[in-house]
């Protein structure tokens, strides 16, 4: 049922949705502005050091390479095994239980309409924008299919075998 609909969805997209990709300036947001800053420097020692025999310039290429790395991954938080743990405890269930779910279409189009079409397509390749355009349109569709995979039990990964 969801691969027809993903399918059906995805003719309608391609041939009747103009795409273009837009690419960023900015590139890589989830580099902080220090490290951009630590490769900027490091490239520019890199450089030096490509065109003259001084060992000052390695010297300070290998420092900074080793700053940047450091600064990348120095922000991890570390647990002691004791501490790791506790946070990990649970019940004496293996699993909670959870409480039914009504699942209706007004609550569908509430999700899709706060979707930020700004966002990655997911696994789908169905794109945000289009979710929330067609929020009312495909609710109907969607409540069937959420209701019948939560009654069957199948909560497996739409799109995924």
Same mark, same amino acid.
């Given at each position: 049922m969801w691969d027809? #609909?993903? $399918? /059906?969805?995805?003719n309608t997209i391609n041939t /009747? @949705? &103009?795409q273009k990709t837009a690419r960023?300036? $900015?590139g890589n947001h989830w580099i902080k502005e220090d490290i951009k800053w630590l490769i900027r420097k490091r490239d520019k020692h890199n450089k030096r050091k490509k065109k003259s025999a001084d060992t000052k310039h390695n010297s300070k290429y290998k420092e900074l390479k080793r700053l940047q790395i450091q600064?990348? #991954?120095? $922000?991890? @938080?570390n647990f002691t095994n004791t501490e790791s743990k506790d946070r990990c405890n649970m019940t004496d269930q293996p699993y909670p239980? @959870? &409480? $039914?779910? /009504?699942i209706t279409e007004n609550g569908i189009i509430k999700l899709l309409s706060n979707l930020n079409p700004y966002k990655a397509d997911g696994p789908d390749s169905i794109?945000?924008?289009?979710?929330?355009?067609?929020?009312?349109?495909i609710a109907p569709i969607l409540t069937n299919i959420f209701r019948w995979s939560y009654e069957a039990g199948n909560y497996q990964i739409f799109g995924k075998e």
């Open positions: 027809s #609909f993903q $399918d /059906n969805l995805e /009747n @949705i &103009p960023s300036k $900015d600064s990348a #991954f120095s $922000d991890k @938080i239980t @959870i &409480p $039914d779910q /009504n794109t945000s924008r289009v979710l929330k355009k067609l929020s009312s349109d």
